[in-house]
């Protein structure tokens, strides 16, 4: 990359980081859940007419895509890919700024709004440099990041990745355990894959001092829960990342009162496929055979969810290198492996791709909880350095 591109780059993001602050406080302010993001979508829409992009809306339901082609561009070459997320959490936030969610109940808690607001200031750098660009740009503003089936597979279902094709993909995430000023990498397997359990065990109730007249559910809940450890730690190949975490019991009995029914809920994450295969197999007969062991019975969901995601090597490197020379090396860090999961990782199935960090934390501003904390907030320098990285992106 020459070196009058990135001074552009570096002016145009300077200049737009205003703008983009506005975007990012009055999407933080109006936020909506996964797959009702009908008046984000209105005002991604807007901005990218009032920006003089083309694009359509309702691509995935609720989602945006945008493509900017230079004159030299022709219709049939393939183009590299932006992706932002849409969606809020169900979350109260507990922050007090002038830009705090004005809907009882939702905040943007995980850093969507600031991948959209980047995303548009991002669309507007690549639009004035249209011509110089190698590639024309597809920019995917993309629903339901948050929730299952993951607005991913709505926007492939849609044809997102197509007319023109799609030949590699990049995307960011706020990253709150990194200073502002600062992004991250990490090449090949880097998130897991994420599956959810949902079951309701049907006993007997009963009053609490006549327990051999009852089936209690939640001694089946609890021998369930202790018991599934096991698949963990002794079924699974040490060298495989893999948790299974239960975060919901309840059963609504009292002090003398043994419930009739008990509710449990949990995921399962790994980076193995044969071995999620496996495991969710092992976690449907063991609950199966404990219910029935103890004369319940068991309503059992095991929702299937994103697969883990793993970044292209060679793109990921040409990215990291990128940053390297742009911001130096001691603002770019080498990521571990992280079992959370993201919907991104189903654009990874398809094209290579890289899913990188971005800093936003600040200590001395109290800027330091993480994402889907009720306190989550950045350092509004990030969605400078967030445009320039998405920007030279396009370049890499």
Known sequence: MNLEIKEKIKELSAELKAKVQDYREHLHANPELSYQE??????????????????????GDTGVLATIRGDHHSDDQTCIGLR???????????????????????????????????LLGTAEILHSLRNELPHPVKLVFQPGEEKNPGGATLMIRDGALENPSVSKMFALHVFPDMEVGTVGFKEGLYMASCDEIHATIHGVGGHGATPHKCIDPILIGAEIVSSLQQIVSRKCDPKIPCVLSFGHFEALGAT???PSSAHIKGTFRTMDEPWRAEALKLI???MTKITEASGGRLELNISKGYPYLENDPETTRAMKAIAVDFLGEDKVEDLPIRLTAEDFSYYSQVVPVCFFRLGVRNEEKGIVYGVHHPKFNIDNDALEIGMQMMSLAVFS
């Open 38 to 59: 009908h008046e984000t979508m209105k005002y991604v829409s807007d901005t990218l007419t009032e920006l003089g992009i083309s694009h359509e809306k309702g691509i």
């Open 84 to 118: 932002a997320d849409l969606d809020a959490l169900p979350i109260q936030e507990e922050n007090d700024i002038e830009c705090k969610s004005k809907v009882d109940g939702v905040m943007h808690a995980c850093g969507h709004d600031v991948h959209t607001s980047v």
């Open 256 to 258: 003398n009162i043994i």
């Open 284 to 286: 449907r007969h063991s």
